[in-house]
Each structure stands twice: as C-alpha cells, then as structure tokens.
C-alpha cells in the first residue's frame, strides 16, 4: 500500500533535521512517484489545470442561461446610492423635481396628471435601456445604465413612485420579456436615492424585490427587500413581500391581481375615452348646427301681410307668381270690381292693416 503524502511529509519532519523546503520537495517527488508512477496520466512535470469557468460544466451553464449570482456584498453594491459628484448632480436635481412634483401630488387635485407623467417618463427610459446592448459583467453593465438615466428624468420618476397608486401600476410590470430590464430600471433609481433621500429609495428597491422575486430570483428579492426595509422600517409593502418571500410562497396570486388591475383599468380608459369621443362628436354637431340656424331661418318666407295680400311685393317665385290670373274673375274681368273685392275678402287685423 501507498502511504498518503501527508502522512510521509509528518514522518520526514519527525526524523530528520534536513532543511523543511528541500524535504518538502523530496517528499512530495516521492508521493508522486508512489501514486501514479505512469508518465501517460501524471508526467513528472505535473498537469496544467484549466483556467476557471472554462470547463464543460462551466460552458453548459452558460449554455443553459444559468449565471454566477456573486456574494451577498455584490448583490448589495448594485442597489447602494451613488457617491461622489454624481450624488451631488443628483441631489440637486431631486431638489428640484420635489419643489414641483411635491405640492402638486399634496394638494391632490393634480395627482392624476403626475401619474401619467410618472408612468409616461419611467416607460420613456425602460425602452432606452431595453434598446442598450447587454452587457454581462455586473459593474459594467450598472454604470451602463447609470449613463443611459439623467438626473432630472431619475428625480421625476422616484418622486412620483412615492404615490402609493403609482407604485401599484409600476409593480404591474414583472413579468414578461421586459422584466429584466424592468429590474434594471429600479435597482438604477435605487442608485439616485442618494443622501437626504435614501427614505425614498424603498419604492424602486421593493419594486426591485417584487421582479425579482416573480422572475424566481429569490436570493436577489430577499437582498432588495431587506435593504428597502433598512431604508424605511414602516413600509408596509415591503414588509409584506419580504414575509412572503421569506415563507416560500407563490407570487402567482400576487401577479393575478396586478393582471385584473391593469385589465379594468384598460377597460375603463377605453370607456372613457369612447365618451369623450362621442362627446365631442356631438358638441362638433352641435356647433354646426348653430352655425346653420341663421341660414335657415333666412330661408323661411314671412308671413304675407297688408299689401302683400293684394299682390303687393309678392315673393312667391314660379308659375305661383301669375296665379291671379288662373283665378275665375267676374263680370269686369281680371280688373273689375269683382276682382278688386276678392283681393279685400278677408277681415280682421290682417285685412285691417292691409287696409291701413
């Protein structure tokens, strides 16, 4: 039987006085030698080992869409705020945005309008990094992303996700061949809540959790939303994903809710939106039809009065304007007495005015 190398490295330095280094290798020649002494599978010179992640295993991995995930302190970093100049650029900008955006979704009058901005702005940029290349290293890949977000267009969406029904409809968006991207977009806003903001980095970091936790990326949702609840400890969203994340559950009752959300909804702008349409229909009608009044009643012929009555300004055009003359007469003809006392016939007001 061949002696294990360790056990023949304890032994040497146990009886001999030789130098530790040349003993080391003396003996660690010998344990190859004793091993395998087959030059065809253990050269002496040893054999190369191959580089990491190139291995078959590796290559089929990769293959397969399966990635390295990186340590819990890597997955924390790509949701850390931003340092430096660009957290000052972006402080100012967040300065900015809230001495707009704040009053108006205070006063609630205008909170509907900041929603379709909100939404409007956020999908303006989720299309801009969809269309960007992939790019696979991590550190890479975020300050990609960083360059593709402006700071004012960062401002205006994490003010408006601090509206509770704007962040349902943004969380509607997790599922589908944009969800990654969809993460993409909030762990980049999770970025810009930077220093006097960092409260209101728990939006995009729950919405971050909420993706990921419906894509299957559990590691991922558990980091976002445990940061989210660092950030604000009384989010309640937050609280509940992290629970039931935290519990195995499955999001599929979670996502079937946000579908019939987003599906009234559609239902309800169409009606809208029909209603307005014949709204407007009817108020164009309604303005063509007062336009045409006057020329109508210029159309109407006065009633024929006083001298009209004896033929007198007669307007009537057409074979109507000789009718007179189809008229049986009397004994003095057209322009007899008779003729005459026939035009007077009426009484009345009419017949006295005409006589007037």
Not at 176 to 183: E, K, M, S
Not at 298 to 325: C, D, K, Q, V
Request: glycine share 8%; with cysteine; proline share 8%.
């Amino acid at each position: 039987m061949y002696e294990p190398t360790f056990a023949l490295q304890l032994r040497g330095l146990g009886e001999s006085t030789e130098d530790p280094v040349r003993l080391s290798s003396r003996h660690s020649r010998s344990a190859r030698e004793n091993c395998c002494p087959d030059a065809r599978c253990c050269p002496p010179e040893g054999t190369p080992l191959a580089a990491p992640g190139t291995s078959v295993m590796a290559a089929a991995a990769a293959y397969a869409g399966i990635q390295v995930r990186g340590s819990l302190r890597q997955m924390e970093a790509r949701l850390a705020p931003l340092t430096g100049p660009p957290a000052e650029e972006q402080e100012r900008a967040l300065d900015a945005a809230a001495v707009d955006l704040v009053p108006r979704i205070l006063r609630g009058t205008d909170c509907e309008t900041v929603r379709e901005e909100t939404m409007g702005l956020a999908r303006l940029v989720l299309d801009r990094l969809h269309a960007a290349p992939p790019n696979p290293r991590r550190p890479e890949a975020d300050a990609q992303d960083d360059a593709l977000l402006a700071h004012d267009e960062a401002a205006a969406i994490i003010l408006g996700l601090q509206d509770r029904t704007t962040r349902d409809q943004a969380a509607e968006w997790m599922e589908g061949p944009l969800a990654p991207t969809v993460l993409r977009l909030w762990r980049a806003l999770a970025r810009r809540c930077v220093s006097s903001y960092a409260e209101h980095a728990a939006a995009p970091l729950t919405l971050a959790g909420w993706v990921a936790w419906s894509t299957g990326d559990q590691p991922e949702a558990r980091v976002a939303l445990s940061r989210a609840l660092a950030a604000d400890p009384e989010y309640l969203f937050a609280q509940l994903l992290h629970r039931a994340c935290n519990e195995g559950m499955d999001p599929e009752p979670l996502r079937r809710c946000l579908r019939r959300e987003r599906a009234d909804r559609a239902v309800h702008a169409a009606a809208h939106a029909e209603a307005d349409r014949v709204g407007g229909a009817d108020a164009e009608g309604g303005a063509r039809g007062v336009q045409q009044a006057p020329r109508v009643r210029r159309r109407r012929r006065p009633p024929l009065t006083g001298a009209a009555e004896a033929g007198e300004g007669n307007r009537t055009a057409g074979p109507l304007r000789n009718a007179g003359s189809l008229r049986p007469t009397g004994p003095g003809g057209a322009n007899g007495p008779a003729g005459k006392a026939r035009a007077r016939r009426r009484s009345g007001p009419r017949g006295a005015r005409g006589r007037q």
